[in-house]
């Protein structure tokens, strides 16, 4: 699964927006402490809001 890293900080501030109507971003802090986005919720920030795009694999299969 691809996912968008974001900061603690834009994670909050994207909580409950509406980003498409009726399609609200809904962050998830991953085990490590790193806040993530789906990478379709992503395709409506700026680049500069995102730390990083990564292909997730859940370990030992653990859910996130």
Known sequence: M???IIT???ASELTGFE???GMFY???Q???GRW???FP???YLLASDIVSIEDYT???GNEI
């Open 2 to 4: 691809v996912i968008a």
């Open 8 to 10: 603690e900080q834009k």
């Open 19 to 21: 980003f498409q109507p």
């Open 26 to 28: 809904n962050p998830v």
């Open 30 to 32: 991953l085990s490590d």
């Open 36 to 38: 993530f986005i789906s």
């Open 41 to 43: 919720e992503a395709q």
């Open 58 to 60: 859940a370990q030992d």
